[in-house]
């Protein structure tokens, strides 16, 4: 380590701790903290003397950083110099690039999905296209981040890239695209469009910069074209974002000065209301809000402040369960520290956080929050709501289950093979929302699958290898080893058979597949639409205005 590096180390070190000293003594034993300090101190510097090897102080000091947050939650997290252009996309949505989603597959990373209206798309680049060079430079055995990191760059600026796609006779060509990058905005709306006679939807994926705008926009786009009887907000999925956007979309559908969720933790200056603070878009227009178990953070505050102020019906699954709000903390030489600061409690006064990882079990697991322990609350019409584990649906789906069949195809990638195949050899389709399979084209695909590698183990066969793992502890299987191999052979899955079972599911998916392929993300959204069962159902309860009503009076 040369004397640069070991100053800096030492610096960043002393700073941090005389950082950290003043502010946490008023809250802990000011000797605890010296003593313990003292000892990591102590502990590099012999390391540092004594080690066989030169240590190196950044990955070191990094790792112990680490470890030291993950004792805490998941959401508290250490971010160098070097990440901090990744945590800026995160939070802002904005980078520098060709906008496109790429992904490994072998030797090669390829395009997976391009962003509409970005460079990617607009050159033509397709998902299947494989890169072989980025400014003259082989991109063979490459890594995802490290192709990324060489596609990224400074808006306005050239990148060459070689590629080779499928042609329809099952070659490859290579092509050459110039692309200039631009900044890249990703959406927070990917999609919004009536989903049924006067019921818009819209899909909100995200909660960075400008999240409240676009569902605003999209909202006023199609009521300045019908004179809508609903609308559903599909946040399935949305893992969350900034807290000011999450109060900007409940913005769009409740009044001005409306508390939308307060914030308590350790430091009074967290302690705070957020109320909106805009006029609002449409405060008398039936919601129905979409959400499932990935729904979380921002999307918790939205649904749930939108269930407490019986402003909307909740239809889907329980929600994660993540009440809690970070914030990030300045580090010396560019670094951050993204910190659980406070809970954030919404309009009814509950917290939905559904893990206290203050309190872990003694093999230092986390432990949920049990029913017994939850709290009950009223919503503003008196409806009774409860805390400690996510959002409860006002109307509860079952999720849809992918047969074991399915999820091979999709993780083998072989739906995502197909599609390409298929754009290859078709010019065009009709609209996205229109394009369905025949019955010869899924027969097609079968027989297009029967010189794929791919498999799965069905329930059934599941349990009776566990069974028969029981059977041999317990000196069983000898006495009944032919019935065992009898039930096996019965049992063993026909994929021909399982392909025709789960037709109605493998095709629907492989359809979406297929739209993106011409359509891009709109056009896999416009698809699915069709088949989407909990969609048809907010449609069903938006088009029965008694029954939205029952749902959102008091029990």
Not at 457 to 486: G, H, M
Request: proline share 3%; charged share 30%.
């Amino acid at each position: 380590m040369n004397m640069q590096s070991r100053k800096k180390t030492i610096l960043t070190a002393t700073v941090a701790v005389i950082a950290f000293v003043s502010l946490a003594f008023t809250h802990v034993s000011f000797f605890e903290i010296t003593k313990n300090l003292d000892i990591f101190s102590t502990l590099y510097k012999e390391l540092n003397t004594y080690y066989v090897d030169t240590l190196n102080a950044d990955k070191l000091m990094q790792a112990g950083a680490v470890a030291m947050l993950e004792d805490l939650d998941p959401y508290t997290d250490f971010i160098p110099e070097e990440d901090m252009d990744e945590y800026r996309i995160q939070t802002t949505g904005k980078y520098g690039g060709i906008g496109a989603i790429i992904g490994t597959r072998g030797e090669w990373v390829m395009v997976t999905e391009p962003y509409e209206g970005c460079p990617a798309a607009k050159a033509g680049l397709r998902a299947g296209d494989k890169i072989i060079e980025v400014n003259g430079k082989s991109a063979k055995n490459y890594k995802t981040d490290e192709v990324s990191a060489m596609l990224k760059g400074k808006p306005g600026t050239n990148v060459d890239i070689k590629i080779k796609r499928l042609q329809a006779d099952g070659s490859e060509a290579e092509l050459m695209v110039t692309l200039t990058r631009e900044e890249i905005k990703i959406k927070n709306v990917p999609y919004y469009g009536l989903v049924d006679e006067k019921i818009g939807y819209i899909r909100l994926s995200n909660f960075t910069d400008r999240a409240g705008a676009e569902v605003k926009l999209a909202l006023q786009s199609m009521e300045g074209k019908e004179k809508l009887k609903g609308v559903i907000l599909d946040l399935r999925g949305n893992p969350g974002g900034l807290l000011n956007e999450a109060i900007n979309v409940a913005n769009v559908f409740v009044d001005r000065n409306i508390e939308i969720v307060s914030t308590r933790g350790k430091m009074s200056e967290w302690n705070k209301a957020f109320f909106t603070t805009n006029d609002p878009t449409d405060t008398k227009l039936p919601v129905v809000v979409l959400a499932d178990g990935g729904s979380a953070s921002a999307s918790e505050i939205v649904s749930g402040s939108l269930q407490d102020l019986d402003r909307a019906v909740i239809i889907g699954q329980k929600t994660y369960g993540k009440g809690l709000v970070q914030s990030t903390r300045p580090l010396p030489f560019g670094a951050k520290l993204k910190i659980t600061t406070a809970k954030y409690y919404i309009p009814s006064g509950r917290c939905i956080q559904a893990i206290n990882y203050a309190e872990r079990n003694e093999d230092g697991s986390v432990k949920r929050i049990p029913d017994s322990l939850k709290v009950a609350f009223k919503t503003r019409n008196g409806r009774t709501v409860y805390d400690g584990g996510g959002i409860d649906p006002d109307v509860a789906t079952d999720p849809e289950k992918l047969a074991n069949i399915t999820i091979s195809l999709v993780t083998k990638s072989l739906m995502f093979d197909y599609a390409n195949e298929y754009r290859a050899k078709h010019e065009k389709i009709s609209s996205a929302k229109s394009f369905a399979l025949t019955d010869a084209q899924y027969e097609d695909f079968m027989k297009w699958l029967n010189k794929k590698e791919y498999d799965y183990t069905t329930r059934s066969e599941k349990l009776l290898e566990e069974l028969k793992t029981v059977a041999e502890k317990e000196n069983y299987y000898t006495t009944v080893a032919d019935d065992f191999d009898a039930m096996k052979k019965s049992m063993t899955h026909d994929k021909q058979n399982d392909l025709l079972k789960e037709k109605q599911q493998i095709k629907s998916m492989l359809e979406e597949e297929i739209s993106s392929r011409y359509y891009l993300n709109t056009g896999r959204i416009e698809n699915s639409i069709g088949h989407d069962n909990e969609i048809k159902k907010a449609v069903e309860v938006l088009r029965d205005e008694k029954q939205m009503k029952q749902i959102l009076a008091k029990k």
